[in-house]
Each structure stands twice: as C-alpha cells, then as structure tokens.
C-alpha cells in the first residue's frame, strides 16, 4: 500500500511504494501553478528524500489534468501591485526561492523521472527539463511560455533545455513559446519516453525501480560528477571520478558485491566437470 508521509491538503504530497517516492505537485484548482507556499514545501520534502535511503528513486507528477501550468498569476498579480522601489527585490528573493527549489530537485542524489500526465507549461516545463528523465503522456504537453508574459526562462530552462535539444533547437522553442506535443517532443530529445494516460504511472514508478537498482553511493556519486560534465575538463572529471571510485571503495554495497561474486567463482571453481 501507498504510504502518506504528507497531508492530502499539502501543496506537494508524498508518498512511497517499494522504495519508490512519488512526489505529487497537488494544486489542481490552478494547474499546481506553483507559489511560494509549494516551493517552501517541494524544498521540505526533497530534504527528506535525500534523508532516507529507504527511497531509492523518486517520480514527479502532477496532480489533476495538468503537471504544472507555471508561476502563480495571483502571485504576479500582487508583484505588479508592489511599490516601484520594492518590485525588484521582491522579484530577487522570489527567484532565490525558486532556484533553491530546482536545484534542490536537478541535485538529488537519486533517480529522478518526472511524469507530465498534462500541460508543462513555463516554470512548470523547467520542474520536468531538471528532472533526470521525463515521461509523458499522450495527454500532455509542453511550451517554455515565458516569452508570453514578457519574461526569460527563471526556473532553469535556459540551462536544461540546450543541453537537451540543442541550442539552436531551445532558442526557438524559447522565443516562440509554443507547444509541443509529446511525439514531437521524444523526436527532438526534450522527453524520452511517451505512454498512454492510464499507464503513465505505473511505466513511471517500473522505470525507477530499473534505474535504482544498484549502490546508493555510486549512484549519487555518478550522478553528481555527470551533471557538470559539460561544464569540466576530462582531466576534472578524470579527478572527481577517481575521489567518487575511492568512496565507493569503502562502502557495504561494493564489499557485499565482492564478497559475493568470490565465493560465487569459488563455488564453480570447486564443481567437478
């Protein structure tokens, strides 16, 4: 059974199966737009994620018909109504919050696949390009939509998108805001896999399973030194692998492995033919 680690109520619920987190973006009423109120509480629970390792790969969906329509307009609203001496720094700390929770979600030392079940549209296309894999739907889409509302990119899709499409690719997906429908969205590398609405879920949580079979630490450590590849030299990667492997060395997970695979070869050595 399904295990609540939060309440129904919650602007972002949790709960764990067979060692698998399903974190559900629980706004339905605004498309989980997302506020200020679910960035604190997405920052809580992926504290507590990374806290336990009883959760070995986590899937990110949304809750409703949409995955996430973006920022709150409610809280744009009250930005423009801001005294003019205050509308920047009051946009500075509301996009600190912001970056703390995508990167929060992008570093997680764990398996992350977001599920788009809808729309994942602006700031809410950024949450699923920061996710290590996306699956989707046949009911979703997608569209950086910021240009729409006069705006850039905030929630790292200037960053996450490039690196999946292309630049030339993510500058007009970008400047044009348009949608992309999922088969169009796998052909260019923005996604990776498409399914059908009733099996989005279950696909979603078998492909965590796959992805976290193995050691804990190497996987954390893998994923850690992977996601700055682009930005290192070989001869970094090179010196951060080598500190990674002598981690690895020193764990349970990699002298169990060991352990076992002798005794496997000294059992076979010992048959007679």
Known sequence: MLQDIAQDEAAIRLEVEDGIATLLLNRPAVRNAIDDAMRADLVAVLDRI??????????VTGAGKAF??????????????APLTQV???????????????????ALGKPVIAAVNGAAAGLGCDVA???????????ASFA???????LIPDGGGMYFLPRRVGLVRAKELIFSGRRVAPEEARSIGMIDRVTTADSL??????????????SLAALALSKSILDQTYELTVEQVFDMGSQAQAIC???????????????KSAAKAGRPS
């Open 50 to 59: 990374s806290r336990e390792d009883a959760i070995r790969a986590v899937v």
């Open 88 to 106: 920047a720094i009051n946009g500075w700390r509301r996009q600190q919050r912001t970056h703390h929770a995508i990167a929060a979600l992008h």
């Open 201 to 214: 879920l279950a696909d979603a949580r078998a492909w965590a399973r796959e992805l976290s079979q193995g």
């Open 129 to 139: 390009l920061c996710c290590d894999f996306i699956i989707a739907s046949d009911q």
């Open 144 to 150: 950086m939509t910021y240009i729409q509302r006069g």
């Open 68 to 81: 996430c329509a973006g920022g709150d307009v409610r809280g744009m609203k009250q930005r423009l109504e």
């Open 249 to 263: 060395y020193s764990t349970q997970e990699h002298r169990d492995s060991i352990t076992a695979f002798l005794a």
